[in-house]
């Protein structure tokens, strides 16, 4: 497909246990963004990466949270020792050139369920 | 202070008449302000994007922007049924351009 993918589309985990969240964006789009949304909440911005430029980290809600983008494509959000409220919906979209220049296009989700 | 507050609703207004949606933000700085659209259970899709003061028309959509105030309001004309859904405003940070902080968003609801 032509669109933003992300996988899983739902994660059910323990507390305690580490998940991995995979996103393909759109092919040539050289921004990548990963967004939180909670239940009923907007979107809580987690980290940007524009091409090879090191990433914008400042949204990453504590250190065991962290994301890679491998050859300027497919990039892997990694939530190390889950809690309960790391429960939300992870949203990764891509852009052609970064938000300030054009539209950002959103992937499904994967929503993330920490028991 | 959020960065980006919006009302979060629900606003009902009937089939036909104009929706207002509006949004405060703390940048001073921001430079680019877009409207979303998200659908229950759906991902967000941008409807509008405006950089300068004024008024930007699209259809049935006007974005609004005051710089000034640090405001950003959309209209919606003729709303329809299928308007109803949680309008979320976004703006840049002027400390990263390609970084854009959303707000909570407002629920609409248009009534038949």
């Known amino acids: 497909g032509a669109g933003v993918s992300q996988s899983p589309s739902n994660k059910v985990t323990e507390k305690g246990k580490d998940v991995e969240l995979r996103c393909d964006p759109i092919s040539g789009h050289t921004a990548l963004y990963w967004y939180r949304q909670s239940l009923g909440q907007g979107l809580e911005f987690l980290i940007y990466f524009q091409g090879n430029s090191a990433p914008d980290k400042s949204g990453l809600p504590s250190d065991r949270f962290s994301a890679e983008r491998t050859g300027g494509s497919v990039s892997t959000l990694t939530i190390q020792r889950t809690q309960q409220e790391d429960s939300a919906v992870y949203l990764c979209?891509?852009?052609?050139?970064?938000?300030?220049?054009?539209?950002?296009?959103f992937g499904e989700g994967s929503r993330l369920t920490v028991l | 202070q959020k960065e980006v507050e919006q009302n979060s609703g629900p606003l009902s207004v009937p089939e036909g008449a104009i929706a207002s949606l509006n949004c405060t933000y703390s940048d001073r700085g921001s430079q680019s302000f877009f409207w979303y659209r998200q659908y229950s259970g759906k991902s967000p899709e941008l409807i509008m994007f405006?950089?300068?003061?004024g008024d930007k028309e699209d259809g049935r959509f006007t974005a609004q922007l005051n710089k000034a105030s640090q405001y950003v309001s959309l209209l919606i004309r003729d709303s329809q049924p299928s308007d109803s859904a949680t309008y979320l405003c976004?703006?840049?940070?002027?400390?990263?351009?390609?970084?854009?902080?959303f707000g909570s968003g407002t629920r609409l609801s248009i009534r038949p």
């Open positions: 979209a891509s852009s052609l050139r970064g938000a300030s220049a054009g539209e950002l296009f």
């Open positions: 976004a703006v840049t940070k002027s400390s990263s351009a390609s970084k854009i902080i």
């Open positions: 405006i950089y300068s003061n």
